[in-house]
């Protein structure tokens, strides 16, 4: 074991964050993984949960509370919301935690509790996390001990967003949200809409209206426009594995215009941000720019109806939206390069 | 030569649209399949240009002018636009035409012009065309000599929000049109986007507010409307090759509901039409539902943003929203019962 | 209730081969489902189980012991092994019986016993039954009262090595069958392999040497060939829900060539068989050939070790390897035309 | 211009394989990428022909007559064949290049000419060459100054066959090779048959005893087994993007055993190899394995067939299979840790 690298756990490494995770955890020079958990895989090596994962050399999946965290710096949490805050509660408070789950992200515990069906049972820990979208929350997140990591959605949709609304280019009361995602987002458990012949060569929206990365999403922007705001989220399942694309319709602010839009988020990103760029000129965003990277490409067109804008994000859900993003908030916690081991390029085709 | 039956021509059957034609005409009791159409393959059995189509009897491939048609009673044009009205204007006037192409959906001369590139050569015909959404153009389509099937995306879209904007229940000032497609309505030409490992577990925008099926959407609302409608349309390519789905993001008029349109959807095609439904009770539509069939689904849900209603629509674009709308139009034409062949389920998986 | 009708039950109408055979028989001029049986859902309709079957006028699916046997006249049988034996052994002797589970298949108690995991339960019936390959069997087929339609890869396979196995053309020491399938020959069963994420975008064999259909082939080449035959059975789960392919790697017998194999072939089946076809001249038979449809397609190249020969087939394996030939032995049995409800062209794309 | 990194150059960087090189390339810290060459592409961007790189720091895509070749160490070529060995002709002594086409693999020119269907012009050159197949040529390789890098399918072949060739453990008379491969292995040119709707939900053989790497599999096989060998490859196309899969199907030596070759293939590769393993334990190859990345995964089970072996083998055509060797034999040919930029994880799902 090597004292001079960040000693961190997984926590919940059997499900596709998870893995992930440890995909960009091993080539992370800072990072040393010492632990990883998996309470139905116990006692399996990893390469049995997921044989692309053989022959690196990683610990054997154990139980949570067979972990050793003395020995342990940093958590990663990918565990279902719900029983994330139950073992976060008891993890020493040396430990800095990366919660990839759903289970900090929402300030208001009235709220979370509305839409997670139960109530929070880790409130002071709730009080102490920081929300972890890393361009916007970067100086919070260098000083905290826990970081909830936004849902994939809401960091493509906040990302996008955020600079135009606290710019007042867009209004907030009738913003449309149209979502697409891969399948991966919907986690490796057994469900039948995620089978192959399911989801393959089709496409239709779930959860219409009653997505919880709705309430995530509007906290956010309540933030940014000072008053409480309501969205549109209208999410899709697309036959693909990677990748999630967002496609906001929005209407303007008096005067201002699509390219006002461009400036703004040219303004906020460019020369700023390593991560998040527009795409190309004359090129629309589309997932394939992003996929297995933490990157995030955005797009700007005029709408046909005078006075709206049409505004589009793309990231790779397992990366970007996920554990990309959560090695991205740990490299600002731990003071180190926030690009270290996240500027791999996107595999295409 | 049966002449108990009605003899066709597919002009254009290389393409995707015609082979699909020709797999629908294969199975309808009163069509004989006389002559099939496409130059640059002209001289080959169909079987070599589409092998799924081999061990049927089917007539070979010639050129456009090789066709004698005094033997045909019915043409069916799947040509590129352009193409398709000046093959059109030169076929002898006892041919009822089902035109497959976009050359006479649009009733304006300078909206084609302006759209197409080019001015429209053959503006006669074009006053002659009847727009062939069958459900909603029965009475003319009986009567017509040329029928113009609409584009895949309109047929979908209009099936939709037709009813609801003839009822007042929906506003016209800020419709957004969300839509996703597989790829096969690219066409079977050879283009980079459509490459599988290009179009392949990827999904993103294209044509954004520059889509020729803006247009005619815009025209069709506008007869229903009563007013000029612009609507904002943003296509996705999805990595499937069948299905197209519509999300349709709207604000309702005082004092309309969701419910309201729902009851309006059913009122029009429940009991009326034989190939439109709302989706089972609790069910999405998604493209899986109607895959390889001319059905259409329809969805109606509540927006979480208070006025406003979030609106689906799924087709098979090959089917529904091309040959399969086609052979339907052809049998109002010739007074056949409409469903005839075409009442196949969809494929699933 | 019409009379002139055959009334069919479908047990285990929730599977795929259930799903797909309600398609079919839907388009049936001559059946007429009376039953739908599904244990688990029992109670719900067919739409919640299956949305694209909304819309057509199906019974509610119930459970097995709620049929009123009296008013049926054929059954489909899609239950999983072991399952099947016990239902049907209940079943009134006036029900004709076209079994699409494995359970009586092979002949041999013994080699049931080995490869199923439990001793066979129903002996007598196993005894009675029929192996329902349509166009080798349809003698004893048309009298039979239990048919065990085959599985999906023997059915491939057997219509490609039976004519040439019999005619001496190829060696049956050491025959190499190497076959490729889509994720919907496994089911809707839910298991991790066949989630959309797993299974797309990759390929790998499975079952090596240990899969179930290996001594279904072996029995049926044994009695062609007159002595026992052991081969090697290596299938492959690819990307895509429908179609399977069958590539067989063979030794030539002394004296003959791909040419003579090529020409069995043709002597069997061109003219002979309404389903079964060599691939077009020039082209290479490929599973998009087939899909959708009942149809099988088969070719015969030369190798470039003399002396050997490959052999290829393809089939839809929910249609010709399920549910189709399930109503092609349907037919035979009840002296319909064998190909009713069975000629719809394949889907392409 | 740093002058402590190599400088390279990619030569037709516009194809799928230059544009993985160019990924590889951006990660590894001695390369520097100071020319990327594509003659129909000249004057743009990297950007415009390939959005996934865009943000990365790359010269602009120049003629391959513009590189200045005096700053140039060394050059990836991956053009055509044929045009490759025109290009590579033309560049200075000190260059050292990598060739990712097909031109140079071939040592007997009656063989090129025969498969290539043209008589190499650089006959010189091509005595040269090193066959690039690191694992088993790392001697010769460190010392040349042009190697060939294999095909993707001899890549994967090899690494299988040839410890079990040497130890003679299975026949070299009958060799079955039965191989699947994604769709980015036919390149990014526009053709009928790698088209989304043509390659996807299918599957099906091409070039079947017509492969051009069919006798590069036979030339290394012979330097291995001694004398002149002739096999069955069949390739299959599959409906992915990335991924290679050989299954071998042999016969044994007299005495051999499936367990013998699994022996023979740890001993070669278990500790010495970085990137060739034995799939872990009770798991069967897959290209899910190796997904993006440079590794080889290989796998023995014994055949139901007495005396026979079932062996395979896999590979991301792209990785192993192109770009990533051509990488790994640049570490070499510069005397760099082996693995370098080449240890990145696969990526799943």
Chains 1, 2, 3, 4 share one sequence.
């Not at 990883?36 to 390469?47: D, S, Y």
């Not at 020493?92 to 509790?113: G, Q």
């Not at 260098?142 to 007042?168: E, I, K, Q």
């Not at 505004?311 to 970007?320: F, Y």
Request: charged share 20%; proline share 5%.
């Amino acid at each position: 074991m090597s004292r001079d690298k960040i000693r961190i756990a997984v926590i919940g490494a059997s499900g596709y964050t998870g893995a992930d995770l440890v995909r960009l955890a091993l080539r992370h020079p800072a990072m040393e993984i010492v632990a990883l958990t998996a309470n139905t895989h116990a006692g399996k090596r990893m390469e049995q949960v997921y044989p692309h994962l053989a022959g690196q050399d990683l610990p054997a999946l154990v139980k949570n509370d067979e972990v050793d965290w003395s020995g342990v710096d940093a958590a990663f949490c990918g565990l279902p919301h719900g029983t994330s805050q139950e073992v976060i509660s008891t993890l020493p408070e040396h430990v800095k935690v990366i919660d990839i789950s759903a289970d900090f992200r929402l300030r208001d515990p009235e709220t979370y509790a509305q839409w997670y069906g139960r109530a929070h049972t880790a409130l002071e820990l709730q009080k102490q996390a920081v929300y972890g979208l890393s361009e916007h929350y970067r100086e919070k997140i260098r000083d905290a001990r826990l970081v909830a990591c936004p849902g994939c959605y809401p960091t493509a949709t906040l990302l996008l967003l955020l600079p135009l609304v606290r710019a007042g280019l867009i209004e907030t009361d009738d913003l449309i949200i149209d979502a697409k995602s891969g399948v991966s987002g919907a986690g490796r458990g057994l469900k039948l809409n995620t089978l192959f012949c399911e989801a393959g060569e089709g496409l239709g929206p779930y959860a219409v209206g009653a997505h919880r990365h709705a309430p995530e999403i509007e906290q956010e922007l309540a933030v940014a426009a000072g008053h409480e705001v309501r969205v549109n989220f209208t999410p899709h399942l697309a036959p693909m594995s990677r990748g999630e694309f967002i496609t906001a319709h929005a209407r303007l602010a008096k005067g201002a215009s699509a390219a006002d839009c461009e400036a703004a988020l040219r303004a906020r990103y460019d020369d700023e941000e390593p991560f998040v760029r527009m795409a190309p000129e004359g090129i629309l965003p589309a997932t394939q720019q992003v996929r297995g990277s933490n990157f995030c490409v955005l797009g700007v067109r005029e709408d046909r109806i005078p006075g709206r804008v049409i505004l589009m994000s793309t990231i790779d859900n397992l990366v970007k939206g996920s554990s990309g993003q959560a090695v991205q908030n740990f490299n600002i916690m731990f003071d180190l390069d926030e690009t270290t081991a996240l500027l791999q390029a996107p595999m295409f085709p």
